[in-house]
T-cell receptor, first 115, second 113 residues
Framework: GENVEQHPSTLSVQEGDSAVIKCTYSDSASNYFPWYKQELGKGPQLIID?????GEKKDQRIAVTLNKTAKHFSLHITETQPEDSAVYFC??????????????FGTGTQLKVEL | ETGVTQSPTHLIKTRGQQVTLRCSSQSGHNTVSWYQQALGQGPQFIFQ???????GRGNFPPRFSGLQFPNYSSELNVNALELDDSALYLCASRLDRGQETQYFGPGTRLLVL
């Protein structure tokens, strides 16, 4: 089955700096790679996702890159703000038209943006 | 907010008991997945339901079972509770089984004593 590793487990940055979180996956059948933000007491919230036919995607201050050959993908947050502080999860999985879609999550990165 | 609701928000049970957790999908979504999230860990896939039938299962024993109703709301049932079942249980809905994007509810925090 799929195995997703995520680093670092904690990340502390100064407000305005950039933050980078990296993930690797093992199953070449995975073709969908979402990133979720989870605040305390809440469910994961999708912030950006990328499909295997795309190498990079950007949405305002957030970008994701994917290297299929190396089986790794990264989340980049620029101009960090205190409200970016949360736990971030990467995930990977196959998306099949017939369903049975199963996402495997990383272990999470606690991001702290300090003033 | 995602439009996915779960009940109850918190629950305390004792070992050996049974529990039922409920999820209401986002309007129009016919597919729901359930995840278990232990403290400090990422969510782990339990199973998915599409149009009232199980449509994929993770590495969880049969005492974890589910139901999906005609209105696409869903239940997760866990029998013979064990201490290790203490976790946040999340449901996520998607528009259709072949769609990538899924939206999570706030979860139910289960504590087994």
């Amino acid at each position: 089955g799929e195995n997703v590793e995520q680093h670092p487990s904690t990340l502390s940055v100064q407000e305005g700096d950039s933050a980078v979180i990296k993930c690797t996956y093992s199953d070449s059948a995975s073709n969908y790679f979402p990133w979720y933000k989870q605040e305390l007491g809440k469910g994961p919230q999708l912030i950006i996702d990328i499909r295997s036919n795309v190498g990079e995607k950007k949405d305002q201050r957030i970008a994701v890159t994917l290297n299929k050959t190396a089986k790794h993908f990264s989340l980049h947050i620029t101009e960090t703000q205190p409200e970016d502080s949360a736990v971030y999860f990467c995930a990977a999985g196959p998306i099949l038209t017939g369903g049975g879609n199963k996402l495997t999550f990383g272990t999470g990165t606690q991001l702290k943006v300090e003033l | 907010e995602t439009g996915v609701t779960q009940s109850p928000t918190h629950l305390i049970k004792t070992r050996g008991q049974q529990v039922t957790l409920r999820c209401s999908s986002q309007s129009g979504h016919n597919t729901v997945s359930w995840y278990q999230q232990a403290l400090g860990q990422g969510p782990q896939f339990i199973f998915q339901y599409y149009r009232e039938e199980e449509n994929g299962r993770g590495n969880f024993p049969p005492r974890f079972s589910g139901l999906q109703f005609p209105n696409y709301s869903s239940e997760l049932n866990v029998n013979a509770l064990e201490l290790d079942d203490s976790a946040l249980y999340l449901c996520a809905s998607r528009l259709d089984r072949g769609q990538e994007t899924q939206y999570f509810g706030p979860g139910t925090r289960l504590l087994v004593l």
